[in-house]
């Protein structure tokens, strides 16, 4: 088993996925696109409180890691889309995981969200 101070030395995993991760507004951006490809002005709707540049900032941040890809359609107005790449979709159990323990510590009823619609089934492969 290697020590704290040897994980550290090597790029600890958890850290490495906080680095990537680490901000509120990211894991809320991935919370929306689990339920399907979205609009940026979706992505603002959903997301209250999130700047158009804070909003565009992290979906390059998340497009850069590979998690998120942008598809931009050709028309007349040009629009744009965002989805989970495959490595983003890798997220869902560890999203599954966070509602399923913020349910339980607020102690109320569950939140309305992407991740309780039945749109989040953790499979493995």
Partial sequence: MLSTDRCQEI???????????GNKWSILV???LVGGDRRTYELQAALPGISTKTLTQR?????????????IFAEIPP???YSLTPKGH???PVMV?????????????????????????VTTQ
């Fill in 11 to 21: 790029k600890c995993p958890i850290q490495f996925v906080v680095d990537l991760l």
């Fill in 90 to 92: 890798q997220i869902k």
């Fill in 97 to 121: 995981a966070l509602q399923e323990v913020g349910t339980q510590w607020l102690s109320q009823d569950p939140c309305v969200c992407a991740l309780t619609d039945g749109n989040l089934a």
């Fill in 79 to 81: 629009h744009v889309e």
């Fill in 30 to 32: 991935l919370r929306e």
């Fill in 59 to 71: 979906l390059r941040e998340l497009e850069a890691s590979g998690l998120v890809e942008r598809r």
